[in-house]
């Protein structure tokens, strides 16, 4: 499985130039614990994080202080940690463990943020709920089909129920390996027509 299969997207970015105020409230309203920081053509310079902000907390909250309020280029952390769409998410996983960080950006080759991989994404795709597993193994069946929903899937205790009517064994064959090559999938059975 690769990065562009699990980030989310868009990403939440925020600019240098913006105020410290922008990247907090950012933070808050889409409940992550940092984002990436871009330059004024969308290429990705750094982060900015939870606890970058609580590191410099007295630069971030002096109430006081004369001048315009600080921007997110004072408080940021440089030399972000990226991934490409194309990684493999054990590598990405790997990364965040070596570098200690929460999440991952995901760039394009031209280096603007395409999305982000969080360690919640990871850990969905290492140890699926049932509902994950459900939700993606239909997403499969149902990109196969070119979004015409054919095919119904049940996910309970890693064990899944394949519903539909196929044109033919082969078909039903090809369904079914969407299915049980899913993560989180170890059986399937076919429900009868």
């Known amino acids: 499985m690769h990065a562009k299969d699990i980030m989310s997207q868009p990403a939440h970015t925020v600019r240098t130039d913006e105020p410290v105020g922008h990247a907090v409230a950012l933070l808050e309203q889409a409940q992550i614990t940092s984002a990436p920081v871009v330059d004024e053509r969308g290429t990705l310079v750094g982060s900015i994080s939870e606890f970058d902000l609580l590191r410099r907390r007295g630069t971030v909250a002096a109430p006081d202080r004369p001048g315009p309020p600080p921007r997110v280029a004072e408080v940021m952390s440089s030399m972000p940690v990226a991934g490409w769409p194309e990684a493999d998410v054990a590598d990405i996983a790997r990364l965040m463990v070596e570098r200690g960080v929460h999440s991952v950006p995901i760039v394009s080759d031209d280096e603007h943020v395409i999305g982000v991989v969080s360690r919640c994404d990871v850990l969905r795709t290492i140890m699926p709920t049932d509902e994950a597993a459900g939700r993606e193994a239909q997403r499969r ?25 196929s044109d033919d064994a082969t078909e039903r064959d090809i369904a079914a390996a969407l299915v049980r090559t899913t993560a989180g999938i170890d059986t399937i059975r076919l429900a009868p027509a």
């Open 141 to 165: 069946l149902d990109a196969y089909t070119g979004g015409e929903r054919r095919w119904t899937v049940a996910v309970q205790d890693r064990a899944a129920v394949l519903s539909g009517a």
